[in-house]
């Protein structure tokens, strides 16, 4: 995938048929018709012909989208409230360290999840909030040393993503990226103990689906609110783009609104 309006299509029509309120995108490296400014300068070279980056961008964030809960998602923070009563807020950013002159990149001395400190360059335009603010962390690449190493067994996730989610504590991290990390762990942030999520893989077949109850109605050790974090690397695709990975589908608690 490359960007091409094609593939934004056939991704919207995927999304519009998904059996779900609310349906959060974020945007990654291949998809460069979504960042402008790479676009402009170089990403247009990708492409025999220039793609319409307003068109493109309207799939997403138009009326169409929205009417089936399609909500596009910039660098940004944003608090949802759903029917059930549930409200929760996610930080989501498609920024990854530069990676063979790609999108949403930025050099790994640089620092755009939190605030300035000595030894980086401070970039950050919406830094990731301390703990209790973040519920949900959506990100395009992983945060150092969790299931982020490539076929050649090096770590490539970001250390100022690392910072700012063991400062953030989200009850759930989501992230891509690194295709051979395909998996899951829930991490205790006191001595950082790390564990794999395994599952049946018959299961996974029967199901069609890669599932995880870190709850307290279904689970028999729910996830510790502050204390935990489940991270799922959800890369769909291998190393070599085989779309064989199963999605991810995570029971978690979530906060309820003052109203409900």
Known sequence: MVGKESEHQAT??????????????????????????????????????????????DMYCGEEARKHGIVYMDEELRTFTLKNGARFTVYASPYQPEF????????????????????????????????????????????????????????????????????????????????????????????????????????VLKDRASYINVSRDGADNPLKVGEETLFVNASIVTVQYDPVHAPWVVDIDLPRSDDS
């Open 12 to 57: 919207i029509g995927m999304l519009k048929n998904a059996d779900a309120e609310l349906k959060i995108v974020i945007a990654g490296n291949h998809d460069i018709t979504l960042d402008e400014d790479y676009y402009n300068s170089f990403g247009y070279r990708r492409h025999r012909t220039r793609e319409d980056l307003v068109k493109i961008r």
């Open 100 to 203: 063979c002159r790609w999108a949403f990149a930025y050099k790994r001395h640089q620092d755009r999840f939190n605030p300035a400190v000595e030894g980086s360059q401070f970039i950050a335009q919406n830094p990731v909030p301390d703990f209790p603010t973040v519920d949900v962390m959506i990100t395009h690449g992983p945060p150092r040393g969790v299931m982020d190493e490539t076929i050649s067994c090096e770590p490539v996730g970001c250390d100022h993503l690392r910072r700012a989610v063991t400062r953030a504590k989200p009850r759930l991290h989501c992230f891509g990226h690194i295709h051979e990390g395909y998996g899951a762990q829930r991490m205790e942030w006191a001595g950082e103990k790390v564990t794999n999520i395994n599952l049946d893989q018959s299961t």
